[in-house]
């Protein structure tokens, strides 16, 4: 008996595969090679989409009551404040306003080590616990995995179907399978990352020390909401000992700052990072697939990195779960289809397009599928939301009195039918009744359903007044399929994609 699932690795990109598929039901181990969780702050900026996903993870309030806004930015000179600027004004972006489509605008800190914590105690409340001093040393390739778990009482040997390999930038599972992982690593470029305390720095404020003759002597110190610490982060120059403790975080500080009078009372934790920019050159090996810093080391500047390990295991997650239930394997190329070129876009920086000459976007919202194989837009005169692109959210008004937004109603299925006219409702309905257990769907006709708000999400959703149209949200919340005519034809060709069909 082969377990379904094996995910390796209990970062962000791990909890997140392992959660999508313990809330499907799908039986699946996490294990990991350290002695228990990480304790470090290492990424503090959860990004708009990933608080949606958060969302329908179930953990968004956890996450948003642990955390905090971006503080503002102040930057020293010669021991004197320069400017104070608000983040998204140095970030280019403006500051981000709340809209009905939008329920997260902001980017939200919090400490990665608190995030993984939310993640992990919503995996045991679903009878999943990671195990920890775990370490995969082996694998053999099959129609399936045999995984050689090593623990310090011995080795287990454990047959999978399949295998999330979410085991970091040095992942074990990449390096036995022989996938390069090309980019650079700059040995050069070295980071001290630290949590410190201090009770001489105002916690309102990300402080930013540098130096006029020498830019790269600079230091970062970010208070982090939630706890009485900050994150320290300095590079190291030419010469600087990797070996670093408190001693020489203080020296750091006072070198760059100028003499600024701040003393460092402990550090309960320090890392040397190496600048390390990679990518995979496949994401999907067989049955296994590569998720997160696995699969891509992303430059380290604009706060991408768990965002990104997060999404691809949203991705991949539901997938996963629809294979394993029936639905045909060929789903799960349209993973690495569909995050790759995300990535690839990411190593060229924030300001590079990818091979639809899209730009990134920080925030993750515009990161889109589209052209992609499970994307399908047949609306003749698309509006501003199309076939690949993340459903917005949206107020209704349903006839019962209740106003609930759109996003907690689609999250409570796999696959929200979203309608505009009774004819794409109707026609979605019996469709949908033939490819997907009742339970697993929902119609909601959007001009019948929620009167007082249709325009509103009519809007949203770029469909005219007197239009029909219909859009299939995926369970990862993009849309899977736009179209502007014959819904049941085209829900009858679309379906068979993504799900099992009733019967399975
Ligand atoms: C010092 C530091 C500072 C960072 N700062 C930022 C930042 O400011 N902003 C940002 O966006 N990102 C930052 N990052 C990157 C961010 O932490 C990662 O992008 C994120 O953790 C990726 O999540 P992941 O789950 O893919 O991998 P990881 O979080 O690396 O998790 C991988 C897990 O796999 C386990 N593992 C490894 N090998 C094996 C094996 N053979 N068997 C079993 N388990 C194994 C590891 O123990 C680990 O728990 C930082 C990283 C570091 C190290």
Known sequence: MSLPVLVV???????????????????????????GPASGSRAKGI????????????VVEEIVASGGPF??????REGRLAWEKSIYDLLGTGQPVADPAIPYPETWMIPQWRTEEVLRDALRRHGVEVEYDAAIVALDDGSGVTATIRRPRGDERLRASYVVAADGAASTVRKLLGVTFDGVTR?????VNADVRTTMLDRSYWHNWSQRDNPAARVSVCPLPGTDVFQFVAPLLPGDDSTVGLATIQRLFDERSDGVAVTFDDAPWIAVSRANERLASRFRIGPVFLAGDAAHA?????????????????????????V???APD????????????IAARLMNGLDATDDRGEVTDIFQLRNNYRGRRLSVQTRPAPGTVHAGDRAPDGPLSLRDGSAPRLFPVMRDVELTALAFGARAA????????????????????????????????????????????????????????AAGDCFAERLDTYLPHLTPGVTA
């Open 9 to 35: 690795g209990a970062g962000p990109a791990g909890l997140v595969a392992a959660l999508q598929l313990a809330r499907r039901r799908c039986d699946v181990r996490v294990v990991d090679r350290s002695a």
């Open 47 to 58: 990004q708009p989409r990933t608080l949606e996903v958060f969302e329908e993870l179930g």
């Open 71 to 76: 503080p503002r930015w102040r930057t020293y």
């Open 187 to 191: 040995d050069d470029e070295r980071y």
């Open 298 to 322: 992303v430059p380290a500047a604009g706060g991408q990195g768990l965002n990104t390990a997060v999404q691809d295991s949203h991705n991949l997650g539901w997938k996963l779960a629809a």
């Open 324 to 326: 394993l239930r029936g």
């Open 330 to 341: 060929d789903l799960l190329d349209s993973y690495e289809e569909e995050r790759r070129p």
């Open 426 to 481: 109707e026609e979605s309905d019996a469709v949908l009744r033939r490819h997907a257990p009742a339970d697993s769907f929902r119609v909601l006709d959007v001009r019948e359903h929620s009167p007082s708000t249709a325009d509103t999400i009519a809007a949203i959703y770029g469909v005219a007044p007197d239009e029909e149209a219909l859009f299939l949200v995926r369970p990862d919340g993009h849309i899977g399929l």
